[in-house]
């Protein structure tokens, strides 16, 4: 039952990073013409950075009950739980909850939890 919590996460996190990097590119990074140029790279270098993490999370989190012992995966299993949970806490706090991206983090953070 594990695993299925495991896969779950997984592909739920890759959802949601291949979402949030085609969305955040075109409702985000790209409407900001007036910035910066350097604020236009930070911009994109935190909405392209979070979506590559919560991917490589996401493949790690799906490799896992294949490819690692049993007694280690609750290690891989907390340990990209804290990735997903830390974007829904920043999430949460940046939009006050008004951006349903923190709720669905939080998923996948439990789905991972209850994997390991």
């Known amino acids: ?5 495991l896969y779950s996460a997984g592909v739920l996190g890759l959802a949601i990073s291949v979402i949030h990097g085609y969305l955040g590119e075109m409702k985000v990074v790209r409407p900001v013409q007036a910035s910066t140029e350097q604020a236009k790279r930070i911009l994109h270098a935190i909405m392209f950075l979070s979506a590559v993490y919560w991917f490589i999370a996401s493949l790690v989190l799906l ?35 008004t ?18």
């Open 63 to 97: 490799m896992t009950p294949t490819l690692l012992p049993e007694a280690q995966r609750p290690v891989v299993a907390y340990g990209v739980a804290m990735v997903f949970l830390s974007g829904s806490l920043g999430n949460l706090w940046a939009t006050k909850g």
């Open 99 to 116: 951006h349903f991206g923190w709720m669905l983090l939080a998923i996948a953070a439990a789905l991972s939890i209850a994997g390991a």
């Open 1 to 5: 039952m594990e695993n299925v919590f």
